[in-house]
T-cell receptor, first 116, second 116 residues
Framework: NAGVTQTPKFQVLKTGQSMTLQCAQD?????MSWYRQDPGMGLRLIHY???????DQGEVPNGYNVSRSTTEDFPLRLLSAAPSQTSVYFC???????????????FGSGTRLTVV | AQKVTQAQTEISVVEKEDVTLDCVYE???????LFWYKQPPSGELVFLIR??????QNEISGRYSWNFQKSTSSFNFTITASQVVDSAVYFC?????????????FGTGTRLQVTL
């Protein structure tokens, strides 16, 4: 099925560990982004990309790294996990950066990350 | 800077009641897009509607309707004859379309509880 695939669905990390959250889409979308969802705060943009080789920071980029070597993949790296990064992470893609394509922004099913 | 305000944190209704979820936005962009997403208890984000800033026509889709008013910067969502399956968190979101730093900004969400 076409869509956005995120892995893993759940992860527990120890403080200081690093890991990569994977995101892949098969809709040939140019725009991809990562959000974190925390209780009472909605979703906040971490990083985004308007195409392969182009990335930029969002609202809460500290502690995260991204790269976009292909149109399909947009991994999010946690460099040194901290308890403040405990959250649910969503990857999204869209045909355009403003979400004008059919279906607006398509979201993955999320990764629930706990840092202890 | 753009901002989305969903003042209603939580709403409880009895099945078959009508309910309106409020959304007020702020943006300096002349072209922008407004969205509503549904997040059921299973956690995924489901796209409901996109409206561009030049189209102030109200939209109806089954039991769902949306009222966009630029004069009051509001994009309210009404569910008619609510059902238990409508129980979810609903997010209003805004994306701009100027420059290269377009991003999708979410409100903090309204949790709707529909009971029998």
């Amino acid at each position: 099925n076409a869509g956005v695939t995120q892995t893993p669905k759940f992860q527990v990390l120890k403080t200081g560990q690093s890991m990569t959250l994977q995101c892949a889409q098969d809709m040939n979308h140019e725009y991809m982004s990562w959000y974190r969802q925390d209780p009472g705060m909605g979703l906040r943009l971490i990083h985004y990309s308007v195409g392969a080789g182009i990335t930029d920071q969002g609202e809460v980029p500290n502690g995260y790294n991204v790269s976009r070597s292909t149109t399909e993949d947009f991994p999010l790296r946690l460099l040194s996990a901290a308890p403040s990064q405990t959250s649910v992470y969503f990857c999204a893609s869209s045909y355009t950066r403003a979400g004008q394509g059919a279906g607006g922004y398509t979201f993955g099913s999320g990764t629930r990350l706990t840092v202890v | 800077a753009q901002k989305v305000t969903q003042a209603q944190t939580e709403i409880s209704v009895v099945e078959k009641e009508d309910v309106t979820l409020d959304c007020v936005y702020e943006t300096r962009d002349t072209t922008y897009y407004l969205f509503w997403y549904k997040q059921p208890p299973s956690g995924e984000l489901v796209f409901l509607i996109r409206r561009n800033s030049f189209d102030e026509q109200n939209e109806i889709s089954g039991r769902y309707s949306w009222n966009f008013q630029k004069s009051t910067s509001s994009f309210n969502f009404t569910i008619t004859a609510s059902q238990v399956v409508d129980s979810a968190v609903y997010f209003c979101a805004l994306s701009g379309y100027t420059g290269t730093a377009s991003k999708l900004t979410f409100g903090t969400g309204t949790r709707l509880q529909v009971t029998l």
